[in-house]
């Protein structure tokens, strides 16, 4: 079945999200834009993810529990999971290992864990959005080891795109998706879809790019173990 698909969004747990982009906010107006498929995946951790599951179950969509890391080349990737368990053994994981900088709120907004009616539970001090202890290798081979996919984020993206920090993606890197971003030019995704599944997301950090990106995906059932089994298989 095609479904209509979104797999890089970022809620108030990112410190360079808008703070309208709480879950319920997220959620709702994914289903309003008919979106039936949805993974939050902020910088360098998960935990927003509990909150997120119960409101799309409670609206009828599908949640697929992610996370946007900051590799040790400063290279973003975006690691799906089947559940919240295995991202967040990678989460905890990450969290350890980054330097302790306090969020500067001159730059930055409060990094906050909410509860499924989008009450602050906890603000997180501390930066995550940081170049983390994995290299893109090591990372997809955690990923990987843990059931998920890593997917090489935005990769037509200047900014923290595998593509302008290597020149390439590696023959040997395993991955089987990339990621472009939702402006990227036609022949840029055919190219690329010659030799691997291409996503296109919104890297949504307000609710407006939510409604800007168009993404429909075949796949067999509706959950997220079927879509990462659908993004792994050529």
Excluded: W
């Excluded at 994981?93 to 509860?115: G, H, M, T």
């Excluded at 290798?137 to 593509?163: F, K, Q, W």
């Excluded at 879809?193 to 307000?206: E, F, G, M």
Aim: net charge negative; aromatic share 8%; charged share 25%.
């Amino acid at each position: 079945m095609k479904v209509k698909v979104e797999l890089h969004v970022h809620s108030r747990l990112s410190a360079c999200a808008d703070a309208d982009n709480t879950v319920c906010n997220i959620a709702n107006l994914s289903v309003m834009t008919g979106t039936q498929i949805l993974a939050l995946s902020d910088h360098n951790t998960c935990l927003n993810f509990p909150a997120f599951e119960k409101v799309c179950k409670h609206i009828g969509l599908v949640p697929v529990p992610a996370i946007e890391v900051t590799t040790a080349e400063d290279i973003h990737v975006l690691c799906l999971f089947e559940n919240f368990d295995a991202a967040k053994t990678l989460s905890d994981k990450i969290y350890d290992s980054l330097p302790k900088v306090e969020v500067n709120r001159k730059f930055y907004n409060p990094q906050l864990v909410l509860d499924e009616d989008d009450q602050a539970v906890y603000e997180e001090p501390y930066l995550l959005n940081l170049a983390t202890q994995f290299d893109v290798y090591s990372l997809a081979e955690e990923v990987n080891a843990l059931g998920g996919i890593a997917i090489p984020a935005h990769i037509d993206r200047e900014s923290n795109g595998i593509l302008a920090v290597l020149g390439a993606i590696p023959d040997d890197l395993n991955v089987s998706c990339v990621e472009v971003s939702y402006e990227c030019d036609e022949s840029v995704y055919r190219e690329y879809a010659k030799k691997y599944n291409v996503i296109r997301s919104s890297d949504a950090h307000c609710l407006e790019d939510l409604c800007k990106n168009e993404f429909y995906l075949d796949v067999d059932r509706m959950s997220a173990k079927a879509l990462i089994e659908r993004l792994k298989k050529r």
